[in-house]
């Protein structure tokens, strides 16, 4: 059964890659694999798979790398790294812009390749996603393979990233606002523990093949322009709550570039607004980090480093709390955040659009949150 349904979605709704591009055969003693898009990361990558070659782990994992074509280095520098022998590193070539089509491209050829090994499928087997400029603490790929084969259903998981420690230090250093980054991991870490896990955040994320093949898998939004939008894990973990398999928080967060938000605090944007006409690509540029907070720190006015701290946790409160609260299929949240006006909010709730809701009660709530995690 399990075979023939994954089968139906390889024939449906998967990216299949020609003969030429398909990775090897899938060996029998491995049932996790992590998935990795990456576009001009010849900068970045080294150092995940540094991080990905240190992890404590019991089991054989298999590394894909879906190469969005990359006009740098960035496969060089993955053919070039010496990993454990125990563990195979492989580049796919994803040639359709986008990290939604990047993301389903080495996802489907997993499926694909499990279904190839032949007879029954005697193991579950599980996808990792991250990214190429993530930094995973050593126990991580164990913690999420714990969580997700612990579990007797097919199951989605999902947990926070952070900037690195010495980022934020400097922010506080010149700018006098302490854990600035940090605060957008807490206040979210805050909200997944109280609500429940509605967010699927692509550096950070996990889950059985089963799951995702029966909630059609990735499919990658398209703008008002039709351009590709960064929303496919939005997308998808909806679609994985309608069919009713379980989403869990992980409660391992990781580190990554801070490229996307300094991006949007030097150009006053949105990068989840707009995407860049001519690529479509990954929407946060491919400039050094310590390059664009050096700038910013010389540039950026501090009321507007405030602002912008504001407007992402609005964004978090908005995605995380409001717009499920005005979602059908989760009607029985309750107060586990403990805001002091929830009743009243409720009551917004059940007479406001989305728009009304988030401009009277969006900023009301991320002051409180982000107070509540500085004490």
């Known amino acids: 059964m399990k075979e023939q349904f994954l089968q139906n979605y390889l024939e449906s709704s998967a990216n299949i890659l020609s003969e030429n591009d398909r990775l090897p055969r899938l060996s029998e003693d491995i049932n996790i694999s992590i998935v990795v898009p990456a576009y001009n990361e010849e900068s970045y990558i080294g150092t995940l798979l540094e991080c990905l070659n240190d992890q404590i782990f019991d089991h054989k994992f298999e590394l894909i790398i879906v190469d969005n074509g990359s006009t740098d280095q960035t496969a060089e520098v993955v053919g070039s790294f010496s990993f454990n022998s125990e563990n195979r590193v492989c580049v796919v070539n994803e040639r359709n812009i986008g990290a939604g089509r990047a993301r389903k491209t080495g996802v489907d050829e997993i499926i694909r390749r499990v279904l190839d090994r032949g007879g029954e499928i005697p193991k579950r087997h599980f996808i990792v996603l991250t990214d190429a400029d993530t930094q995973p603490g050593k126990t991580w790929l164990s913690k999420m393979y714990e969580q997700m084969s612990k579990s007797s259903q097919s199951i989605l998981v999902s947990g926070n990233y952070h900037a690195s420690p010495e980022t934020d230090e400097i922010v506080e250093k010149e700018i006098g606002i302490k854990n600035y980054f940090l605060s957008f991991s807490r206040v979210s870490e805050l909200l997944d523990l109280s609500i429940g896990q509605i967010r699927m955040r692509g550096p950070n994320s996990g889950?059985?093949?089963?799951?995702?093949?029966?909630?059609?898998?990735?499919?990658?939004?398209l703008d008002v322009r039709g351009n590709t939008a960064?929303?496919?894990?939005?997308?998808?973990v909806q679609r994985v709550n309608e069919i009713g398999a379980p989403v869990e928080h992980f409660e391992y967060s990781i580190i990554t570039s801070q490229r996307r938000k300094l991006f949007e605090l030097i150009n006053e944007i949105s990068t989840y607004d707009m995407v860049e006409d001519n690529t479509g690509r990954f929407l946060s540029n491919r400039d050094d980090e310590n390059m664009l907070l050096n700038y910013a720190l010389k540039n950026v006015p501090d009321d507007r480093w405030i602002e912008y701290q504001e407007s992402i946790l609005c964004r978090i409160v908005i995605n995380s709390l409001l717009n499920p609260l005005l979602s059908m299929s989760t009607k029985n949240i309750q107060n586990r955040v403990n805001l002091d006006f929830w009743t009243e909010l409720m009551r917004d709730v059940s007479v406001l659009d989305a728009r009304s809701l988030s401009e009277k009660w969006a900023s009301v709530i991320a002051r409180e949150l982000l107070l509540r995690i500085s004490q």
Do not use: T
């Open 207 to 221: 889950f059985e093949i089963e799951c995702y093949a029966k909630a059609g898998g990735f499919r990658q939004p």
């Open 230 to 236: 960064p929303r496919e894990c939005f997308d998808l």
